[in-house]
């Protein structure tokens, strides 16, 4: 393990910690205002200071982390899952199958998301818990956000298919499903990789972005998105570089997982 | 007029700019020689004009031109909101308010030249009035059935005749800008101070000295002082504010109380803030009996002791404190303190108390049980607020409320809506709980309100379109909107609306919440500057303004 | 091609044709026996058909663009008439393949032991020591190491030679019947090469499986197999004993193979030292 791995290691590992141990860590709850105080610069009471609404930045910071970390990965890795199903299959298989699967991905690609997450949002009720609403959008964006990835992943497994080493494991009777899971699956990975590593910091912001759909986290329980809707209209890096500490934990956040793993990657290879 | 407004299409817009310092330019004006040298004031529209037809007017930009441009009969002075005589020097209302003579001046031109007559007047009102035409300005004319009569007199005097009763008849003259009959022109021909001489869509209007506007100042001096207005068509309020300080605009209305406190913290001397506006925010109960919430809920909606216990919850100066950094005033009710005539001064500020609140809750049979609030049927009391997205004073509104209503064991769920969806909710499937918005407020007389306050109306929010009253409340403010807007005794009057007044702040059906002040900036370069909480704001004496050295 | 031997000693016996819609045959009436414990040379040059023959017999041509048409029987059962499920069970179990470049032929994403596993779960079930023992003795057959670091390692980390060798031992782990060498060793290296010839051999005696091996090399299949067959534009156009084909060829086309090899033998290593100086 490489000196920038251990960084990485200690990086996340005190983050986690710091999200898991929000309750004893913050000073107050996500949700507590004081009003007496608000947009406050750090101080002893209030280590980043406070937000708009007087709510104390570290605690918010902490228990942001906690939804975003958990549920940015999540929905990575749903839609990793259908990239992988629906354009490594696709290319697998071939033929008829690819050709299906590509003209869904386009039939995706061309849809007015905005007018059908309108509509997902008018099918939900109003009533619902800050928290189903931020897990019903990292699902639906992990339900949405596969198809370019999907495309990569049919043209490479296609190639694949025509792989020695995938006639070599037929010829040793494999049954297909091996087939594609063991052989196939493995080396889509880099795509695999890159596209699960770039969906973390996509959906974080879009979460933040379907606010205005009234998607996403819901007030008052933070999320890094909602955190750094904060950075919206900030005229200048310099007066208030206290508000920058969740954009910095998200690009801290995710090189420290590249790291990690592409290390792991490079190693194997 | 009341509109429900966005955050994206903010109310009346205008900002000025003048850039340089004097431009001399000479005029020949009847006769005599007199220099000016007023500059040119710059500000922004906030969308593009959508006519220069005065009687076509409906949006805030083309409603500037039309002030800067129009001559009127009578005009409503900003400051003083007294009416006060313009191309008519006197002008008397018949008792039965159906009636309305106007003497006018005479030996006025219009900006091409063409004189001013009575049958200006006479075929301005016949346009307006004309069914074919449309006119939204013409729509708080229309009473009743049948046709306007124009007597023309002498061409100083006419007398015009409404087919009903017109409340407050007089005022709603200050919005009718005089066109001429003769002119080849056609609207271009204008009486105001100023007349369009340049306009490129998309990007700006240029508006330049009236020769022939009749108006004089104090020393004899003819007005306007300025030579030309730039207006910018700039929907980017960001880039209102950066060009602002940089000196390319001389005035912008309306800010944004953040943009106010920005500005305020580098150049104090450009801000004003002209104190409560006549625009409220405002949370209500979906009252609808069809709507497709659970029973329970609108037992709860329908109950004004519910709604005034809410009410007491809010704390009121938290949210203009903390929401609109103090630039805000805790509301009274349905009208601003600012509406000096019309406003019930009888009524003061709501006082907040959530320990009061409580305890009419648990007398209407509401419970506590752990923290949570239950009804007496043991139905937790939760409900949800919408408002629209990217208004942030709205979320964080609701957000304080959120928390208010916590401390009385009421979970409230914020979600915020693209503005579509929640016209949808709000006007079609009745699908909502409660809502914040905001009503912008043009109009001091409370007969523009009408559409807000009769049961049967579309606009009456809470419970729109109602066959027949449905409560006995409703019932005596239809009869007390109907009885103050069938007299022409301004006293009167004045009762009915006071009466209604207190009946929404007793029953709540709209929870007024604060009043907004009017805030805007004006560059050190313009002289004469007076904002007001009235729109337009800062360039309501736009004749009398100058930049530079007069 | 005696067909006067006792029917259960034949292993294969096939007589198909196989075309790809609106082109001429790949394979024309091919006819091809193979005996038990028989290593028989395929021998044609490069488009004569010769992987399109392997592929058949493994029943994976693509059955809608390239049928093959006739009968291939194996321990007499028709290999055309099985459904996928029915050859799957064959492939790998009976019929085992090995194919040219072993670098391409193992999966660079998987580690060694994984891809033993994963050839031994298609046809047998046990404990994941019964795995482990089956790939150490198919390991032990190849001569190779057998312990943990090698079967840790990724395709990528081994010699050529290493890599074919795993290949085989993969291919022979279930005691197929008969292995099909799709020019097993052209991609080798001329001592690796005739490392390779010398295992086939080894596990030909020593298993008794039959081999088929496919190659456009006439010389280097001399020293392996008891019969060839001379594949040339899709038909088997001579087929008899090695020492027969090699001193006294009946076609026109065997005889000009024949011809070849003295020739190249002497041409080839002096002209590559030619070209070699030159540059």
Same mark, same amino acid.
């Given at each position: 393990?490489?000196?920038?791995?251990?960084?990485?290691?200690?990086?996340?590992?005190?983050?986690?910690?710091?999200?898991?141990?929000?309750?004893?860590?913050?000073?107050?709850?996500?949700?507590?205002?004081?009003?007496?105080?608000?947009?406050?610069?750090?101080?002893?009471? !209030? %280590?980043?200071?406070?937000?708009?609404?007087?709510?104390?930045?570290?605690?918010?910071?902490?228990?942001?982390?906690?939804?975003?970390?958990?549920?940015?990965?999540?929905?990575?890795?749903?839609?990793?899952?259908?990239?992988?199903?629906?354009?490594?299959?696709?290319?697998?298989?071939?033929?008829?199958?690819?050709?299906?699967?590509?003209?869904?991905?386009?039939?995706?690609?061309?849809?007015? %998301?905005?007018?059908?997450?309108?509509?997902?949002?008018?099918?939900?009720?109003?009533?619902?818990?800050?928290?189903?609403?931020?897990?019903?959008?990292?699902?639906?964006?992990?339900?949405?956000?596969?198809?370019?990835?999907?495309?990569?992943?049919?043209?490479?497994?296609?190639?694949?298919?025509?792989?020695?080493?995938?006639?070599?494991?037929?010829?040793?009777?494999?049954?297909?499903?091996?087939?594609? %899971?063991? !052989?196939?699956?493995?080396?889509?990975?880099?795509?695999?990789?890159?596209?699960?590593?770039?969906?973390?910091?996509?959906?974080?912001?879009?979460?933040?972005?379907?606010?205005?759909?009234?998607? #996403?986290?819901?007030?008052?329980?933070?999320? %890094?998105?909602?955190?750094? @809707?904060?950075?919206? #209209?900030?005229?200048?890096?310099?007066?208030?570089?206290? @508000?920058?500490?969740?954009?910095?934990?998200?690009?801290?956040?995710?090189?420290?997982?590249?790291?990690?793993?592409?290390?792991?990657?490079?190693?194997?290879? | 007029?009341?509109?429900?407004?966005?955050?994206? +299409?903010?109310?009346?817009?205008?900002?000025?700019?003048?850039?340089?310092?004097?431009?001399?330019?000479?005029?020949?004006?009847?006769?005599?020689?007199?220099?000016?040298?007023?500059?040119?004031?710059?500000?922004?529209?906030?969308?593009?004009?959508?006519?220069?037809?005065?009687?076509?007017?409906?949006?805030?930009?083309?409603?500037?031109?039309?002030?800067?441009?129009?001559?009127? *009969?009578?005009?409503?002075?900003?400051?003083?909101?007294?009416? +006060?005589?313009?191309?008519?020097?006197?002008?008397?209302?018949?008792?039965?308010?159906?009636?309305?003579?106007?003497?006018?001046?005479?030996?006025?031109?219009?900006?091409?030249?063409?004189?001013?007559?009575?049958?200006?007047?006479?075929?301005?009102?016949?346009?307006?009035?004309?069914?074919?035409?449309?006119?939204?300005?013409?729509?708080?004319?229309?009473?009743?059935?049948?046709?306007?009569?124009?007597?023309?007199?002498?061409?100083?005097?006419?007398?015009?005749?409404?087919?009903?009763?017109?409340?407050?008849?007089?005022?709603?003259?200050?919005?009718?800008?005089? *066109?001429?009959?003769?002119?080849? &022109?056609?609207?271009?021909?204008?009486?105001?101070?100023?007349?369009?001489?340049?306009?490129?869509?998309?990007?700006?209007?240029?508006?330049?000295?009236?020769?022939?506007?009749?108006?004089?100042?104090?020393?004899?001096?003819?007005?306007?002082?300025?030579?030309?207005?730039?207006?910018?068509?700039?929907?980017?309020?960001?880039?209102?504010?950066?060009?602002?300080?940089?000196?390319?605009?001389?005035?912008?209305?309306? *800010?944004?109380?953040?943009?106010?406190?920005?500005?305020?913290?580098?150049?104090?001397?450009?801000?004003?803030?002209?104190?409560?506006?006549?625009?409220?925010?405002?949370?209500?109960?979906?009252?609808?009996?069809?709507?497709?919430?659970?029973?329970?809920?609108?037992?709860?909606?329908?109950?004004?002791?519910?709604?005034?216990?809410?009410?007491?919850?809010?704390?009121?100066?938290?949210?203009?404190?903390?929401?609109?950094?103090?630039?805000?005033?805790?509301?009274?009710?349905?009208?601003?303190?600012?509406?000096?005539?019309?406003?019930?001064?009888?009524?003061?500020?709501?006082?907040?108390?959530?320990?009061?609140?409580?305890?009419?809750?648990?007398?209407?049979?509401?419970?506590?049980?752990?923290?949570?609030? &239950?009804?007496?049927?043991?139905?937790?009391?939760?409900?949800?607020?919408?408002?629209?997205?990217?208004?942030?004073?709205?979320?964080?509104?609701?957000?304080?409320?959120?928390?208010?209503?916590?401390?009385?064991?009421?979970?409230?769920?914020?979600?915020?809506?693209?503005?579509?969806?929640?016209?949808?909710?709000?006007?079609?499937?009745?699908?909502?709980?409660?809502?914040?918005?905001?009503?912008?407020?043009?109009?001091?007389?409370?007969?523009?309100?009408?559409?807000?306050?009769?049961?049967?109306?579309?606009?009456?929010?809470?419970?729109?379109?109602? &066959?027949?009253?449905?409560?006995?409340? +409703?019932?005596?403010?239809?009869? *007390?909107?109907?009885?103050?807007?069938?007299?022409?005794?301004?006293?009167?009057? &004045? +009762?009915?609306?006071?009466?209604?007044?207190?009946?929404?702040?007793?029953?709540?059906?709209?929870?007024?919440?604060?009043?907004?002040?009017?805030?805007?900036?004006?560059?050190?370069?313009?002289?004469?500057?007076?904002?007001?909480?009235?729109?337009?704001?800062?360039?309501?004496?736009?004749?009398?303004?100058?930049?530079?050295?007069? | 091609?005696?067909?006067?031997?006792?029917?259960?000693?034949?292993?294969?016996?096939?007589?198909?044709?196989?075309?790809?819609?609106?082109?001429?045959?790949?394979?024309?009436?091919?006819?091809?026996?193979?005996?038990?414990?028989?290593?028989?040379?395929?021998?044609?040059?490069?488009?004569?058909?010769?992987?399109?023959?392997?592929?058949?017999?493994?029943?994976?041509?693509?059955?809608?663009?390239?049928?093959?048409?006739?009968?291939?029987?194996?321990?007499?059962?028709?290999?055309?008439?099985?459904?996928?499920?029915?050859?799957?069970?064959?492939?790998?179990?009976?019929?085992?393949?090995?194919?040219?470049?072993?670098?391409?032929?193992?999966?660079?994403?998987?580690?060694?032991?994984?891809?033993?596993?994963?050839?031994?779960?298609?046809?047998?079930?046990?404990?994941?020591?019964?795995?482990?023992?089956?790939?150490?003795?198919? /390991?032990?057959?190849?001569?190779?190491?057998?312990?943990?670091?090698?079967?840790?390692?990724?395709?990528?980390?081994?010699?050529?030679?290493?890599?074919?060798?795993?290949?085989?031992?993969?291919?022979?782990?279930?005691?197929?019947?008969?292995?099909?060498?799709?020019?097993?060793?052209?991609?080798?290296?001329?001592?690796?090469?005739?490392?390779?010839?010398?295992?086939?051999?080894?596990?030909?005696?020593?298993?008794?499986?039959?081999?088929?091996?496919?190659?456009?090399?006439?010389?280097?299949?001399?020293?392996?197999?008891?019969?060839?067959?001379?594949?040339?534009?899709?038909?088997?156009?001579?087929?008899?004993?090695?020492?027969?084909?090699?001193?006294?060829?009946?076609?026109?086309?065997?005889?000009?193979?024949?011809?070849?090899?003295?020739?190249?033998?002497?041409?080839?290593?002096? /002209?590559?030292?030619?070209?070699?100086?030159?540059?």
């Amino acid at each position: 393990m490489s000196l920038w791995q251990k960084l990485a290691c200690v990086i996340l590992a005190l983050v986690l910690c710091g999200s898991v141990a929000a309750n004893w860590l913050a000073p107050a709850g996500y949700a507590k205002q004081y009003r007496e105080a608000t947009d406050a610069p750090p101080s002893r009471a !209030h %280590w980043l200071g406070t937000d708009e609404m007087g709510r104390d930045r570290f605690a918010r910071v902490l228990y942001g982390t906690r939804i975003s970390l958990l549920l940015a990965p999540a929905a990575a890795l749903l839609s990793t899952l259908m990239a992988a199903l629906i354009g490594g299959l696709a290319g697998y298989l071939g033929g008829i199958w690819a050709r299906m699967a590509m003209a869904v991905t386009d039939l995706f690609l061309s849809l007015p %998301w905005l007018f059908l997450l309108i509509t997902a949002r008018a099918l939900m009720p109003l009533n619902v818990s800050p928290l189903i609403s931020v897990m019903v959008t990292f699902m639906l964006l992990g339900l949405l956000g596969w198809t370019t990835a999907a495309r990569v992943l049919c043209t490479t497994a296609a190639s694949l298919r025509g792989s020695d080493f995938v006639r070599q494991a037929q010829a040793a009777g494999l049954p297909a499903q091996r087939l594609f %899971w063991v !052989h196939v699956v493995p080396n889509l990975k880099p795509v695999l990789y890159a596209q699960f590593w770039i969906s973390i910091p996509v959906f974080i912001l879009s979460e933040a972005n379907l606010g205005i759909l009234g998607l #996403g986290v819901a007030e008052p329980m933070p999320s %890094w998105g909602s955190l750094l @809707k904060e950075l919206e #209209g900030l005229v200048s890096i310099g007066e208030e570089p206290w @508000k920058f500490v969740p954009l910095i934990l998200l690009v801290v956040v995710v090189t420290s997982f590249q790291v990690l793993l592409s290390k792991q990657e490079e190693m194997a290879a | 007029m009341r509109r429900h407004k966005s955050g994206f +299409e903010q109310m009346t817009n205008t900002c000025g700019t003048a850039i340089s310092v004097a431009m001399l330019c000479l005029g020949f004006l009847l006769g005599h020689a007199v220099a000016q040298g007023g500059g040119e004031l710059r500000f922004c529209l906030r969308t593009e004009p959508k006519t220069f037809d005065p009687l076509k007017v409906e949006d805030d930009a083309s409603a500037s031109i039309r002030y800067l441009t129009g001559g009127v *009969l009578v005009r409503v002075n900003r400051q003083t909101q007294d009416l +006060e005589p313009g191309l008519a020097v006197s002008w008397k209302v018949s008792k039965d308010g159906r009636q309305i003579s106007f003497r006018l001046r005479s030996g006025i031109l219009f900006s091409d030249g063409t004189p001013f007559s009575a049958e200006d007047v006479a075929y301005t009102v016949q346009q307006l009035m004309d069914p074919a035409l449309h006119s939204p300005t013409g729509d708080a004319f229309r009473s009743g059935t049948g046709n306007v009569e124009t007597n023309v007199v002498s061409p100083s005097q006419i007398v015009i005749t409404f087919p009903a009763q017109v409340a407050g008849l007089d005022r709603l003259f200050d919005q009718v800008a005089i *066109l001429s009959q003769r002119s080849s &022109k056609k609207e271009m021909a204008v009486l105001g101070p100023f007349m369009v001489a340049d306009y490129k869509p998309g990007s700006s209007v240029l508006l330049k000295r009236n020769p022939n506007y009749w108006k004089t100042d104090e020393q004899g001096r003819k007005l306007p002082y300025l030579d030309s207005i730039h207006l910018d068509i700039q929907p980017n309020r960001d880039v209102e504010l950066l060009r602002f300080k940089r000196g390319e605009l001389d005035l912008i209305n309306s *800010l944004d109380s953040e943009y106010f406190d920005k500005l305020a913290a580098t150049s104090p001397q450009v801000v004003h803030d002209a104190g409560a506006s006549l625009d409220s925010e405002q949370l209500w109960f979906n009252e609808v009996a069809k709507s497709p919430i659970p029973n329970y809920k609108k037992n709860w909606f329908r109950s004004a002791s519910f709604r005034r216990a809410i009410s007491e919850a809010i704390n009121r100066e938290d949210l203009s404190r903390v929401v609109f950094h103090g630039h805000a005033q805790p509301a009274v009710g349905p009208f601003s303190p600012a509406n000096k005539f019309w406003f019930n001064s009888k009524l003061k500020p709501q006082p907040y108390s959530s320990d009061a609140a409580l305890k009419a809750l648990q007398d209407e049979g509401f419970r506590m049980e752990n923290g949570t609030l &239950k009804d007496k049927d043991g139905n937790e009391v939760v409900f949800s607020i919408i408002t629209n997205s990217g208004n942030k004073y709205r979320e964080r509104m609701a957000v304080l409320i959120q928390d208010d209503l916590q401390k009385i064991g009421i979970r409230v769920n914020v979600v915020t809506l693209d503005f579509p969806s929640l016209i949808e909710r709000m006007t079609q499937t009745f699908d909502y709980e409660a809502i914040i918005l905001g009503l912008t407020n043009v109009d001091l007389d409370p007969n523009g309100e009408m559409n807000v306050w009769l049961s049967s109306s579309e606009n009456h929010q809470w419970n729109p379109q109602q &066959k027949a009253p449905e409560t006995a409340w +409703e019932a005596e403010i239809d009869r *007390l909107m109907r009885a103050q807007a069938s007299s022409s005794d301004p006293k009167k009057r &004045k +009762e009915a609306f006071d009466r209604v007044q207190e009946i929404v702040v007793e029953q709540e059906p709209f929870i007024f919440l604060i009043n907004k002040n009017a805030l805007s900036a004006v560059s050190a370069a313009v002289q004469g500057a007076a904002p007001m909480i009235l729109s337009p704001q800062t360039f309501w004496n736009a004749e009398r303004l100058f930049v530079g050295t007069k | 091609m005696s067909s006067d031997a006792s029917q259960n000693q034949i292993l294969l016996s096939a007589h198909f044709s196989v075309r790809y819609a609106g082109k001429p045959p790949v394979l024309r009436g091919v006819q091809l026996e193979i005996q038990r414990g028989e290593v028989l040379g395929l021998v044609g040059q490069s488009g004569s058909g010769k992987s399109t023959l392997a592929m058949a017999i493994l029943g994976l041509l693509d059955k809608k663009r390239s049928p093959a048409e006739g009968t291939i029987r194996f321990e007499d059962i028709d290999l055309l008439q099985l459904s996928e499920r029915q050859l799957r069970a064959l492939r790998g179990r009976s019929i085992a393949l090995v194919l040219q470049s072993p670098l391409s032929s193992l999966n660079p994403a998987l580690k060694i032991r994984t891809q033993f596993k994963e050839a031994w779960r298609a046809h047998a079930s046990g404990t994941s020591a019964d795995c482990a023992d089956a790939i150490r003795n198919s /390991l032990q057959g190849v001569s190779l190491p057998s312990d943990d670091e090698f079967l840790r390692k990724y395709p990528s980390q081994m010699s050529v030679g290493q890599a074919q060798r795993v290949l085989i031992a993969m291919a022979v782990m279930h005691r197929p019947a008969l292995l099909i060498a799709d020019e097993a060793t052209s991609a080798l290296d001329v001592i690796t090469q005739s490392e390779i010839l010398a295992l086939f051999r080894e596990l030909n005696h020593s298993t008794g499986m039959a081999i088929l091996y496919i190659s456009h090399d006439l010389a280097s299949v001399a020293g392996i197999c008891d019969r060839i067959a001379i594949l040339h534009q899709g038909e088997i156009v001579e087929c008899g004993t090695t020492n027969q084909i090699f001193t006294n060829p009946q076609h026109e086309y065997t005889q000009r193979l024949m011809a070849a090899i003295p020739r190249l033998m002497h041409a080839n290593a002096p /002209l590559h030292a030619k070209t070699a100086t030159a540059q």
